[in-house]
């Protein structure tokens, strides 16, 4: 149990660095197969390329015979109508007002040109019962991963009637300037875990509203 609660808090830790510093690094998630880029329409390429290998023969006259190469390339969209959805299509909700998805490296990051608050998607698998965490284990933990850590709320919710742990903390990530308030929805669909990680650094009326909105919108298989 105490690993599963450790995976949690490094899981949200890094999401939020990713959420401020932004992400460059080749997506290593589970989810998404092959090597995967988001573009400017919000689709994310899959490319498969084979090589039909064969080993050089030399006739009479000296020629040889060249190998050939086929490949292959299939585009998924993760954003359509409004809405992005997951691969696999297990998850899928509502983008609110500008935010966007800008990035699908190590997570899929959400955010808007009109504001430094972001959001993030993590998917994992489940190796253990989310009713089981307990709010002072994962006090534990969050106090190694963040300076000056408080704890506002803890609650086991159900979210879409699956189990799930709403968290809501602030303090101060380590390299980034500043306080950081961080509401977090940890949602587990049979072997499926789910971590939205919102980051707020601009403090305004309207991003928890997003909040709310975005976890409504939800649509869970």
Same mark, same amino acid.
């Given at each position: 149990?105490?690993?599963?609660?450790t995976?949690?808090?490094?899981?949200?830790?890094? %999401? =939020?660095v990713i959420s401020l510093t932004g992400c460059t690094e080749e997506n290593t998630s589970s989810v998404t197969s092959g090597n995967s880029s988001v573009t400017s329409s919000d689709?994310?390429?899959?490319?498969? %390329? =084979?090589?039909?290998?064969?080993k050089n023969t030399e006739s009479d006259n000296g020629s040889t015979a060249n190998s050939s190469d086929t490949s292959s390339e299939e585009e998924v969209q993760l954003v359509k109508d409004g809405k992005f959805v997951l691969p696999n299509g297990k998850l899928s909700f509502a983008l609110q007002e500008d935010y966007t998805l800008v990035s699908d490296a190590i997570v899929y990051q959400f955010g808007c040109e009109s504001s430094n608050n972001k959001f993030n998607l993590t998917v994992s698998t489940a190796t253990e019962n989310i009713e089981d965490v307990d709010q002072d284990e994962m006090t534990k933990t969050y106090e190694t991963t963040m300076q000056d850590f408080k704890l506002v709320s803890f609650e086991h919710i159900k979210v879409k009637e699956k189990s799930a742990i709403k968290m809501?903390?602030?303090?101060?990530?380590?390299?980034?300037?500043?306080?950081?308030?961080?509401?977090?929805?940890?949602?587990?669909?049979?072997?499926d875990a789910y971590c939205f990680t919102f980051t707020q650094t601009d403090y305004y009326n309207k991003f928890p509203d997003i909040i709310e909105a975005t976890i409504d919108s939800l649509e869970i298989k």
């Open positions: 149990m105490k690993a599963l609660k995976i949690l808090a490094t899981i949200i830790a890094i %999401s =939020s689709t994310m390429s899959e490319t498969t %390329s =084979s090589t039909d290998e064969s809501q903390l602030t303090g101060k990530l380590y390299g980034i300037e500043g306080e950081t308030m961080l509401t977090q929805y940890m949602i587990q669909s049979g072997t």
